[in-house]
Every structure is written in C-alpha cells, then in structure tokens.
C-alpha cells in the first residue's frame, strides 16, 4: 500500500514537488478541474437551490479512474491543488469524486514550489474551505445562466452561434464605447513654440538650450504675433528654481500589473504572459502568479536586502512593506516574486529567461533606495512682454533602485520641453537666441485599447479577478467581437514656423497620425452584438453592477452571503427581463441599417449582419426579385458606411489582365479580397492593397498556391482520382471523398498501393476534412439554434429543462444529493 498520494493540479508541477518528497510519497496530477457543469441542456437545477449537476467529461474518465484506483491503495491522500478558488473547488471535486473521507484527508496550500514551503505545508494541513468553493460554484453558476439564457436570444434576433458572457460582454462594451470615442472625436490644432538658445560655458563653448512657451497658441495668426514680438525682444533669465525631488520604486507584481509591464517591455500578449509564468511557478521559479496582493514575506525581504547589500551595497537598500489597495483580494497572500531572490538568472526558454528577469528586477527594486534627483526650472522672460520661455532639467544624483529597474508607462504625451542636464546660468543673464520655432500640433484622440491597458481599465473598474483577466480577454477575440491589430494613420499636413537671422519663414510638413499597432477594436458583429444587449439587458453590461457582482463573490468567499441566495436575487429579474425579450418583436433585424436608394434598381440599400457575417444588401425579402448580397469588405464599419461604399461592392469586378489564357479577375469575399484565376481563387495577403495590386504580383500568388498545393500531394493513382496521400501537419495520410484517415505508423507512405490505401481506409472511420466538418458544423449549430430558439418561448424554458433532466436519469438526483451531502461533510471538516 502507498503511504503518501499527493494530487495536484499540473504534471509540471508533479514532477517539481516530487524532487521535494521521499519515497513515501506519491504525486500524481489531475490535470485542472476533474468534472463541470452537464454539457447538455442548462446543467443546474435552477429550483432546487440552484444545484449543480457535474459530469466526469470523457476526456477525464481515465485520470480520474487512475487517481481513485490510487487513493484507495494510499493511507493518506493530500489535495495540494493551487491557493486560489478555483484550486479549492478542484480539491473539493476530487473529494467527492474520489470518494474520499475526512479520516485520510488533507488540504494543503504553498505559495511556493520550495521544499521548505512544501514540507511547511504537510506540517500545517487544513480542511476545504468550503466558502472559496462556494465562491467558484455562485461564479460558473451564474456564467452559464447568463450565457445559457442570453445566446439563444442573440442566435434569434442577430446570427446563429453568437454567444454572450457576463464579464466578457462588459470587456466588448469598453472597447466599443473606446471605438466611438475615437470617431466622434473632434482634434484642434494648436501651435507649440520652443525656442532654442546659445549659452556660453565657462570654457568659453556655446551649448544648446532649449524652452517652451507654456501656453499654445491656437491660430496660426496669434503664432505669427508671438514670434514677431521675440523678433523685436531681449531675452534674459528671469528666475532660476533648484529643488530636490526624489523617485520611489514600483510596488512588486500582481497579476494584473504583471500582465501591463510584460506587454509594455516584452511585447507579450495578455495570456502570453500568464502561459509562461505558469512554467516559471510550476517549476518553482517565482511564486503564485494569480494575486491582488503586493505584500512580500518577511523571508523575502530579507533575502532580497542581503541581495542588495552584497551586489549594490547598504545605500542602495531601502525596508518597505507594501499595502494590498484591492478591497476583498481574493488571493492576498503574496505578491509575485522569485522563489530565491539571490538567484539572479534561470535556465529556461528565452521567454522564461525574459518574464523572469523582470520579475526579479521588479521584486529587488522593490525593496531599494529611492533615486535622488535634483530639478532645475528656468524662466527666460521675452522682452517686457510678461511672457516667459521655460526650461527644465534634472540631474541624477544618486541612481538608488534605477539602478535596476523602471517602470514603463502606457501614455506617449507630447511631453513639454526636454529634460536634461543644463548648462550653468545666472538670473539677469541675456541669452542668445538661435531660433524660435512654432509646430502646428493636434490634440490627441483617446488612444485605442491594448490587451494591457484593457486589463487595467477592468482592474480599475473592479471588474473581474487575477484569474479571469486573461482568459476573458482571448475569449472576446475568439468570438471575433474584437481583434488585435494595426491600424494605418492618415496623412496630415502641419504648418512650421521658423523665426531666424531675424526673418520668420513657412513651411508645411506631411506627417502619419493616429496609427495604432497591436492595439484592440472591434467588429462590426462585436458592435451590433453590444448595442443589442445594451438595450435590452442595459444590468448585465452595467459596470458597477458588474463590479458589484465581483464583490458579492468576495462576500461568499468570506462565509458573510449566502451563494444560493446571491444567484436568486439576481436571476428573478434577469429571468423576467429575458422572457420581455424573446416576447418582442421588431421590425427589422438588429442591426440592420439603410442606406439610402440604389439609383439604378430604385431599390433599398442597407447593412446587416447574415449568416456569415456582415453584409451589404440591395433590396428586400418584399421585392419581386431576390436581394442581392456582398460580404462588407474588411476596414468598413456598419455604423459609419455610405452608400456610396455600399454600392462599390457591386460593381464588376476589376480585370487584372490574362495569365495563361485565363481573365484574371479581383473580388471581395466572405474571407477578404481575392484573385479569381479560372475556378481557382487565391487570397490576396493585407500587405497588398487589392486597388492597386499589379498583374506580376497576382502571378506570383498563383504560383506560390500551385507549389504549396503541389507540395502537399505526396502520391495520386489514376484508378482513383478522389484518393490521395497527403502531407499534414501531424504527418502524411490519406484523403478521400471529403474525408481524412490516419497511416499506420509503421507504413512508408510512397510505398503504399491503391488497394493498400483502400483498406486502411476500410478499416477506421474517417474524419470529416475542414470544408467537409465546417458544414456539417453549420448543420449542427443551425439546428441548435432551431431547438434553443423553440426552447425559449417556453416561459421558465431552462428550469424546466433542468427538471426534465433531473428527471430522466437518477445520476443527476444522486450528484445534487451528492453535493448537498459534501456541503455538510465540509463543514464538519472545518
């Protein structure tokens, strides 16, 4: 019999812990969350306390069936799944999964993978804590509510396979509200005037001095006064202000202000981050990367000042003990930092290598003297005007924690003036002008979302939890209700005024503004879906009610409210706002916009979203003719598109001359622009303009699909024209009739017969090829919608479903009655 089964939630993190423990110990994973929610129908018994019904997923049935063949041969099992809610509903799950009991169980956590903090754990057990997982349970509970109610709605009134999420349909309205702001802005000019001088040294060399009239003038005219009136004047320093300043270090990383820095300094996305954090944590780099929390240990403040103390010296160290500001911080046990503070570098991937450094570059400055400046500001008075040029520098007077580390920031301001060190002066000095030079300049639009700054507008908002940032993000870009990408600026002339040797002179300038990269915007079915919802379920996209859900999560955690009566107070309304919904009619689809008349057919032109997306469309269902449709191209936004735009779509499309004999035609599809070359169409990649791509260019697309078709064949029979051996991305294998099916190991593809081919064929079901699955996964959603559609007139449609289902199998009884029972037992744990 094993003495010792220790259950956690990675393999990674298995192989870590078991360097740690003896022979005696066992550890085995059970790779995350063991069951969840019945995929079918609603999966809670909304009127019996809204009880969850789980389910082992196939894909876990072995883990599970390994894991309970384990704890009944150990003498003790160990629930060492991670600190945080979700790791306590996983323990709580394997609990009751397994069939454990309280004699030979323990709950054990660590912030750490550290033998010391593994050994610390063993030595300090716990019982589950059954208010965490009741947070967990209000939280998936209500999710799938929401969504299991509102998708159908959006399946009906806007397009099939729609899907809308209480976090994630408030994250799509920040984008969209951010987007609209951005159009409807309205940018000023306004003239910005630095004036650059000669200052002699000591020496007796001239150096540079630069200073900026701090008010901007708006009107080329009043600009032209200004440099007029420095043309006529002395200039002379008026004042010189020295005052000390002092710069303190970033607090040490959450979760959040991780995912912000890491996207700022290394360009990685927000889940890129968590990804690569989540190797460093499991192998037992750096400690929980899911926490509000910026508080340190004791132990690591004192290894991070020996740190400091050997490699810097004792100036260089600074004690601090840092506040957690987030109220209710779920994980506020530690902030994020290395493992071993003394332990500079890692092994590791290149991008373990960089999110390392930074963390422990961030957690060392952390505890580090503040850097001592020493700010210098010079008022240079314009004749006897009572207008004055200021020049400001700093001088750096003692490094302290910049030494190490500085912290990035979003915001690119047009920052005034440039800091520097300047040159020694006197009040009352005259000063040499060289030039006065006034730059027409525009106000800057609200700048658009990136992934980071997406998460500390949620953050601040007190909208979600360390654990929910990333997932929701890469969820609202995988429901194509955002996307993350570049936007191209648009030219701009500027007017430059030069005063010189006593002559003003004109210029103008042409430069790029407003060009974005990775940044986030969103579609126009994002927008459509968010005005929809705005509208009918105003609550739900509501940020403090939002926010305010977030809190009452906290409360469950904290045993101070009650999870069943949380999620009943909510659903009453939301369920009665949902039926008002489905109950409704309209008279045009959601969405829709016209246009205006089609001047040639006399017919309706307008916008909306169809089956595959946003469309242009002439005429209407009424119409003796059937309506024509285009895909709306990429870069036009239904809100905002002319008709004039519109009607483009229908034109004929553009002749790119001949290639073989064949017409080489440009279109617009469902999948972006393309070159139509007989019954062949080849993509037309974003670098290239489809307006101006030339006749060579289109050439060599054709030919690069051609070679990459040709190299994807690897044999063909004529006997059998419909079957071929492939190269695919898992390795060869054989494609015939719409259908792909695996080669043997063992087998030499090249070698293969005809008849060969047919029996493997013969003998495994094949796998729909993507075209072939895509449609049948149409098909599929199609009737899902029907169903779901027909489900939901039924006043009260998903209780019932729930009771039908309760109903139809003595499983679902027997797991609410489960569940119900496991709360008691907890209980008595605790």
């Not at 890491?262 to 929980?288: C, D, P, W």
């Amino acid at each position: 019999m094993q003495k010792n089964l220790v259950i956690v939630e990675s393999p990674a993190k298995a192989k870590t812990i078991e360097k740690f423990l003896g022979p005696e110990y066992k550890v085995l994973s059970s790779y995350g969350h063991i069951r969840d929610l019945k995929k079918k129908d609603l999966g809670i018994d909304i009127e019996n306390g809204f009880t969850p019904l789980y389910e082992v997923p196939e894909d876990k049935a072995k883990v599970v069936a390994e894991l309970r063949k384990q704890a009944k041969s150990a003498e003790m099992v160990w629930l060492a799944s991670d600190e945080d809610r979700e790791g306590e509903a996983i323990a709580w799950h394997l609990y009751e999964v397994l069939g454990l009991n309280m004699d030979n169980t323990k709950r054990i956590v660590f912030h750490e993978i550290t033998k010391s903090a593994i050994l610390n754990a063993i030595e300090n057990p716990r019982s589950i804590n059954i208010d965490l997982v009741n947070a967990q349970q209000a939280r998936r509970v209500l999710d799938r509510i929401v969504g299991f109610e509102l998708s159908p709605i959006l399946w009906r009134k806007i397009k099939s396979s729609l899907s809308a999420g209480r976090v994630q349909s408030v994250t799509v309205r920040l984008v969209v509200e951010r987007e609209r702001e951005i159009q409807n802005f309205q940018s000023e000019a306004a003239y910005r005037i630095i004036g650059t001088f000669m200052v002699p040294t000591p020496s007796g060399d001239l150096v540079e001095l630069k200073a900026e009239l701090p008010r901007r003038p708006k009107t080329k005219v009043s600009a032209s006064e200004f440099l007029d009136l420095c043309k006529k004047s002395e200039f002379a320093i008026d004042e010189i202000v020295t005052r000390p300043a002092r710069k303190s270090p970033a607090a040490p990383f959450t979760t959040s202000t991780l995912q912000q820095e890491a996207s700022r300094k290394l360009g990685f996305s927000v889940s890129q981050t968590m990804s690569v954090a989540q190797k460093l944590y499991e192998n037992g780099h750096i400690t929980y990367m899911r926490t509000d929390s910026v508080n340190l240990s004791d132990l690591a403040i004192n290894t991070a000042k020996a740190a400091i103390i050997e490699s810097m010296g004792e100036q260089y160290w600074q004690y601090r003990k840092y506040q957690t500001k987030a109220a209710g911080a779920q994980e506020a046990h530690e902030a994020i930092r290395p493992t071993y503070m003394n332990k500079s570098k890692i092994d590791g991937t290149a991008q373990e290598k960089r999110l390392y450094d930074l963390i422990w570059k961030r957690t060392i400055a952390s505890q580090m003297a503040d850097a001592q400046l020493e700010k210098t500001t010079v008022n240079i008075a314009v004749g006897n005007s009572g207008e004055n040029l200021v020049a400001q520098g700093e001088v750096l007077k003692f490094d302290g924690f910049l030494r190490v580390y500085m912290e990035s920031n979003d915001d690119d301001n047009d920052q005034a003036g440039e800091e520097g060190l300047l040159p020694a002066m006197a009040e009352g000095q005259i000063l040499s002008m060289n030039s006065v030079v006034a730059t027409e300049r525009y106000s800057q639009r609200p700048p658009r979302y990136s992934e980071a700054s997406l998460v500390r507008k949620l953050e601040e908002l007190g909208i979600g939890r360390p654990s929910t940032y990333a997932p929701t993000i890469s969820t609202v870009q995988q429901r194509e209700y955002v996307e993350k990408g570049d936007k191209p600026g648009i030219e701009r002339q500027i007017t430059i005024l030069t005063l010189s040797n006593d002559t003003i002179s004109e210029s103008v300038k042409t430069e790029i503004s407003g060009a974005d990269r990775a940044k986030l915007y969103p579609t126009n079915i994002g927008i459509v879906v968010n005005d929809y919802l705005m509208e009918s379920f105003p609550d739900i996209l509501n940020y403090s009610f939002t926010a305010n859900v977030e809190k009452e999560f906290d409360s469950i955690a904290e045993g101070d409210l009650n999870w069943v009566e949380a999620l009943g107070s909510f659903y009453a309304p939301f369920h009665k706002s949902v039926e008002t919904c489905l109950e409704s009619k309209q008279e045009r689809r959601v969405g829709e916009r016209v246009l205006g008349v089609d001047p040639k057919t006399n017919k309706v032109v307008s916008v909306r979203i169809g089956r595959y997306g946003p469309m242009v469309q002439i005429g209407t269902p009424e119409d003796e003719d059937k309506p024509l449709f285009k895909t709306l191209q990429p870069g036009l936004l239904m809100e905002s598109i002319t008709i004039e735009e519109a009607l483009k779509h229908f034109e004929e499309p553009a002749a790119l001359g001949e290639y073989e004999g064949v017409t080489l035609t440009i279109g617009a599809g469902r999948f972006g622009p393309y070159i139509k070359f007989g019954s062949t169409f080849v993509s037309i990649p974003k670098a290239i303009d489809p307006k101006e791509i030339t006749h060579e260019q289109a050439i060599v697309l054709i030919e690069e699909k051609r070679k990459k078709e040709a190299e994807r064949v690897m044999k063909t029979f004529d006997q059998e024209p419909e079957l071929e051996i492939q190269k695919g991305r898992f390795g060869p294998f054989i494609f015939y009739k719409g259908a792909n099916y695996k080669l043997p190991k063992d087998v030499e593809p090249l070698d293969l017969s005809l008849e060969e081919c047919l029996k493997i064929v013969e003998l495994q079901p094949g796998k729909p090829s993507k075209r072939a699955a895509s449609k049948t996964t149409a098909k599929s959603t199609s009737t899902t919608a029907k169903k779901s559609s027909a489900a939901t007139k039924k006043s009260k449609a998903e209780s019932t479903a729930a009771k039908k289902s309760t109903k139809s199998t003595t499983t679902k009884s027997s797991t609410a009655k489960k569940s119900s029972a496991t709360k008691k037992t907890t209980k008595a744990q605790g």
